[in-house]
């Protein structure tokens, strides 16, 4: 199920919103609609639920009323529920430029939201809803007797296998997690355009890369992969590929 989050303290904008969703949503199948007047509110509700279930798509109201602002919403929501989408509503242009800052997905004058609104919603429901189903059941690498919990993709930052090594041991958003798989076979299960085998012992998530220095890749979370001239050569070519397609498919959305 996709959850469709709406976060905005005014009781006649939330139905028009609401509203407005509902005319695309609805074509859909398993899709929830939550609505909250503050971002707190919505941060209690997350501690009710399963890491990864909280919320899919996030349309926040920048101008909230007591307590955080929607920029201050949006912050946590991309360090703490990174990858879920996230479309700021505003009555004003001059929080656009820092909406971006955040890395939103997309910045909606109210006035515009007619227009705007439905087409954006579709695009982001197609990507999330496809990713809600891209998922492995991995193990905690710390708790070997620990049940297996679902990891989605995008929240994979890299694997590594030890040389000799009997298991692939996943850095993740949320802690780390292992698998006793080779690396050549997992490539094949994720079967993603955003999933690069950088070298024999590391696959890195091209999503979740944040810059390269010399010989070093550095991904979210603070994890580094240092290579050899030969890969990070592959590696930057593989890199540049995929943000200059993710730019393409965001021209779609404005």
Same mark, same amino acid.
């Given at each position: 199920m996709l959850k469709i989050v709406i976060v905005d303290d005014d009781k006649q904008m939330q139905d028009m919103i609401r509203n407005k969703i509902k005319e695309t949503a609805d074509a859909f199948l398993n899709t929830q609609l939550l609505v909250f007047s503050s971002? +707190?509110?919505?941060?209690?509700?997350a501690k009710t639920q399963e890491y990864g279930e909280e919320g899919d798509l996030f349309f926040v109201d920048i101008e909230l009323g007591d307590g955080m602002t929607g920029l201050e919403f949006g912050r946590i929501l991309r360090k703490t529920y990174p990858n879920r989408g996230l479309v700021f509503l505003t009555s004003h242009t001059e929080f656009a430029l820092e909406s971006y800052e955040i890395e939103a997905d997309q910045y909606i004058l109210k006035e515009t939201m007619d227009e705007r609104l439905p087409r954006i919603l579709e695009k982001l429901m197609r990507r999330l809803g496809a990713e809600k189903n891209d998922f492995r059941m991995l193990k905690r690498q710390d708790e070997p007797e620990e049940k297996e919990q679902k990891v989605f993709f995008s929240e994979m930052i890299a694997v590594h296998k030890k040389k000799m090594g009997k298991y692939a041991e996943y850095v993740t958003f949320h802690g780390n997690f292992? +698998?006793?798989?080779?690396?050549s076979e997992l490539m094949k299960e994720l079967d993603s355009n955003e999933f690069f085998l950088a070298d024999r012992s590391n696959i890195i998530n091209l999503r979740n890369v944040q810059g390269i220095q010399d010989n070093t890749i550095y991904m979210e979370k603070d994890y580094e992969l240092e290579l050899n001239q030969y890969r990070i050569d592959a590696t930057k070519k593989q890199i540049e590929a995929y943000w200059r397609e993710q730019k393409w498919d965001d021209k779609f959305m404005e």
């Open positions: 971002g +707190e509110a919505f941060l209690e509700y292992k +698998e006793r798989i080779s690396l």
